[in-house]
């Protein structure tokens, strides 16, 4: 704790400071505090008071616990190879996307952004059926494990390659970002003063991108340690306990403890992830590398005679993390009955028929999903540029303090911040109005979850401006409101609304922060393929995830399309 | 731009907000029954009763659990009653003080083993534990100690009691059996049962042959089987275990003369008629049994008590995750 203390005691240096702004600038902060800091504070409060009196019975029990870490050091291991294994793939992807002259990189990245879009529990299913005894394809290849057979993936690397897989585009985007930036003429002045293959990746584009790696690096390992759905279906029956595991079967023994021990655990994920935010922090804080901000042409490194190998590697890989779990997931929605192998002679549609015209649900769900993950992309953007840019420029106690709290929504399992928001929800105090049983709760939840996706690259992206810029305009007698207008918020445009699109992306398909927040009329698509599964019909959630992953691709198509009419850098996967 | 995007947000933030006023005339449910048979009972009982609202939330046991905890530690649970998986959970909210008391005129149609003397709780369905296999094996299980024999060795799979409530039932049902008891768990265990998840994950392991056998919930198999999953299900000799998904109205329910509608009528003939269209074992005495089924005497309920399992409940899930060092 003291370090936490030092290190947030440690600065208030201002950049070009302005006394009567500076002074609105906390009340940045107020919808941050009401949408992500109170719900967690009130769970706290669940762990930290025994029927209304301050205790500390609930930390103590789960303290004492070698399950807690044993789980611990589970959640470490599977989020740190996880995070390895994103960072070998996402990191390859986009320095060989962004750098290089390989072709086709429109469709190789727009394929990668896919992946993300599948809910995890389907990928986990579609990987578990991909390697067990009944999998078509190896069967078909006669190499199909016999019936009983141990499944490879009830493991630890199991967990870990499928979490690395499932986050590889966060990486790729964020680091992506970064490269957009990357000015040619510094490369290439590298290069006229000698600089050659491996030295000028080391010495020169690594560094030079390095924010946007470790940047990409701490929000993968974050998203893993939260990750629910791939821990639940391979470390379950593997016998592999983490934290959000563990929370889970807390659950399921209800009892008037299950909630207080709950918030300890979430508690101690919530440490977890800050604690990696800040390594994250102490390892940018060694680094200034502001670039000029205007967007130079981009680098083509030429491969030459690799390129060919380059490519088919590539494409194999998204072979691997696309193409399998799809086609696992078509096959799933397409059979009479799970279990039966899918033929030529047997294919049905009936569960497509079922979810899109005999039960409403569906159409419902879309809709509702849709209001919720647009509006909720909207009002991120519009909390998220000036936040950043205070967090950026303006940093004190407090912003840091912010600046690390965003975080924890989004690393705890999303049941766990739906019962932090039913908590403080259910009756707000003072104005005593219920958000709880409308999709205002669901939103609100959304807002605190999705934040960290949104202010994340135009942190990003204010880091890597020079502020020689705005001193510049300062000098010239630009007030923050002109600045902000006319300088910053045109660079930051494009990051801004890549966030605004990975959060609308992301919140499509949420399964499990809704899933406890829903009630009737209020279902989102998540929701309902969570249910479904849940009550056995998995053909019917295996159809309407296939209906999810059509629309957002429809929708990415849709983009793309559009892009020419965009500034650059606005469509995150766009060449 | 600025404005836009606040008018944008204002805008969507109002659509959301929460209606205010109430029919006259309402009911709100928690059912862990699956999303179809939830909808149709819904559906039934709006049609005895059409001036009555019903708002329904169907989910897990577990995650519905989590949700009504929470709003019982925020002060304000929503539901008038509930319809959920098993009366262990049930006979702890009684013991806590959480449900209040309904004498129903039809409980003297059932069976007093399958609802709570004081009016607690009352039973609505028979959900039997059985052995499940895929049609894919040579040899076809007839007993639970079948599952006991070494030639299984890695071929089982079952649904957890740390995670399930039905299988923390079956775990009581099996240990308190003189001829079973913990020699026979520990036998499992010896085979390498897989004894993680739930019920759902146990039967698609079976019924995608990863394990060929498995200890499952009768009409998941017999569904499966039904619509050409290559398992099939025995009622092993000893008896089958069984949760009976009771009905229960809270302490603080709103709408109290509504819950006891909403009980009488799943009790009554019209709703155990409905549990046995959506192929269910109904509570009721005098009902028949879905297609698939054997004949009701011809089914052995291996006897039970919620009240023991409940004071057990904590020791056998220790002694259990020990012996299949599960964790």
Known sequence: MQAVGRWLAASDRHVGGNRFSDRLLPLLFVPVIFISVLPMLRLAAEGLFVQGMPSLDYLRDVMQSSQTWRATAHSLYTAALGTAISVLIGGAFAFLVALTDIRAKAALVFCFMIPMMIPPQITALAWVQLTGPSSALLNAIGMAPALGSPQPLYSAEGIALLLGIQHASIVFLTLRANLRLLPREQVEAAR?????????????????????????????????????????MLGIPGNYITLPTLIYRKLSSFGPAALGEVSV?????????????????????????????????????RLGARRVIVEIALWAVLIAILVVPLMAL????????????????????????????????????????????????????????????????????LTKLVNLLVEIPYALPGVVLAIACILLFIRIPVLDISLYGTLAIIFVAYLARFLIIALRPVMNSFMQLDPALEEAAQACGAGLARRLRDILLPLAAPAAAAGALLVFLTAFNELTVSALLWSAGNETLGVLIFNLDDSGDSVLASAVAVLVVGVVIALMTGFQLASRHLPKGVIPWQS | MMRKVLLAAVASATMMLP??????????????QPNQDAQTTVDAFKAAYPDIEVDWVRDGTTKLMAKLGAEIAAGDPRPDVLLIADTVTLEGMKQQGQLQAYKSPEAKAYEPALYDADGYYYSTKLITTGIVYNTGVS???????????????????????LYSGAALIHLSTLTENPDLGWDYYQALADNKARAQGGNGGTFKAVASGEKPYGVVVDFLALRGKADGSPVDFVFPSEGVTYVTEPVAILKTAKNVDVAHKFVDFVLSDKGQKLVLDMGYIPARNDMDLPAGFPARKDIKLMAFDPAVSLKNAEANKKKFAEMFGAE
């Open chain 1, 192 to 232: 006229l003063a000698g600089a050659r293959g491996g030295r000028l990746w080391w010495q020169v584009i690594l560094p030079l991108t390095s924010p946007g790696l470790i940047a990409g690096t701490a929000m993968a390992f974050v998203t893993a340690l939260g990750n629910f759905g791939i821990q639940a």
């Open chain 1, 265 to 301: 655990l979430a508690m101690l994920i919530g440490v977890i992830a800050v604690l990696g935010v800040l390594l994250h922090h102490h390892l940018l804080g060694k680094r200034d590398y502001r670039l000029m901000g205007v967007v130079g042409r981009p680098l083509d490194i």
């Open chain 1, 330 to 397: 078509v096959a799933t929605s397409l059979v009479p009955a799970f279990g039966v192998r899918l033929g030529i002679d047997n294919f049905s549609f009936d569960a497509f028929y079922q979810v899109l015209f005999v039960q409403p649900a569906t159409i419902r769900a879309f809709h509702n999903s849709l209001i919720l993950s647009v509006g909720a992309a909207i009002v991120l953007v519009g909390i998220c540029l000036p936040l950043a840019y205070v967090i950026v420029r303006r940093p004190t106690r």
């Open chain 2, 19 to 32: 209606f205010v006023g109430q029919a006259a005339e309402k009911l709100v449910l928690y059912t862990s």
């Open chain 2, 139 to 161: 040899r076809k299980p007839t007993s639970w100690k079948d599952l006991a024999d070494p030639a299984l060795k890695n071929q089982i799979v079952m649904p957890s009691p």
